[in-house]
């Protein structure tokens, strides 16, 4: 069975500074892993998926993820965040069977 | 096209009463998903179906909560009788095909159980 760790549980950042959120996984077979983000009393929304092909993955404004196996992480990173960027991320990882496991998530506050 | 629809957007019981949640995924979407948010945590599977019948049931607490799917199109999520735990937010997802792999969230129901 396959877990999901987001290291961080909250993160404040400045605008137009970067952002990075960490996510580590565990699967014994190959997996699919997204990015969702939440804003607030809203439905989950997909930012980003690695399904297979290069490491680098780029999402929806202006975000992109690296998968790295070796690791297990599948980091999301943003050069430079606005104040629209606040909200609650997710890490979610996808086995075969097409079931997403989440983490915990991980809440992005942006202040000027 | 449209998103996956939800409602009510809002619901407050007192325990030991019945709720139910009813959603409508995005049309031509085989598979649905019903998913409990408990605050300051992620998104946990109850149940998934493809067309009408369920593919996997095995998280859903099945002494109180029961969700069906009867025409392969809209779902409804029922708890009798509702606990003070199960205070959560309740997502409903669709999928359109097994080589997309990419769920459609709607914007959930919360409950508050009191």
């Known amino acids: 069975a396959q877990s999901v760790t987001q290291l961080d549980s909250q993160v404040p950042v400045f605008e137009e500074a970067p952002v990075e959120l960490r996510c580590n996984y565990s699967s014994s077979v190959s997996v699919y892993l997204f990015w969702y983000v939440q804003y607030p009393n809203q439905g989950l929304q997909l930012l980003l998926k690695y399904l297979s092909g290069s490491t680098l993955v780029k999402g929806i404004n202006g975000f992109e993820a690296e998968f790295n196996k070796s690791q297990t992480s599948f980091h999301l990173r943003k050069p430079s965040v606005h104040i629209s960027d606040t909200a609650e991320y997710f890490c979610?990882?996808?086995?075969?069977?097409?079931?997403?496991?989440f983490g915990a998530g991980t809440t992005v506050t942006v202040r000027a | 096209e449209a998103g996956v629809a939800q409602s009510p957007r809002y619901k407050i019981i007192e325990k030991r009463q019945s709720v139910a949640f009813w959603c409508n995924p995005i049309?031509?979407?085989?598979?649905l998903y019903w998913y409990q948010q408990i605050l300051g945590q992620g998104p946990k599977l109850l149940i998934q179906?493809?067309?009408?019948?369920?593919?996997?049931d095995s998280q859903l607490p099945k002494d109180r909560f029961s969700a069906e799917r009867l025409k392969g199109v809209d779902s409804t999520l029922k708890i009798q009788p509702a606990k003070l735990e199960d205070s959560a937010v309740y997502l409903c997802a669709s999928l359109r095909h097994r080589d997309v792999n990419i769920q459609y969230f709607g914007a959930g129901t919360r409950l508050s159980v009191l």
């Open positions: 179906f493809q067309n009408n019948g369920v593919v996997d």
């Open positions: 979610a990882v996808s086995e075969d069977d097409y079931k997403l496991s």
């Open positions: 049309s031509g979407h085989a598979t």
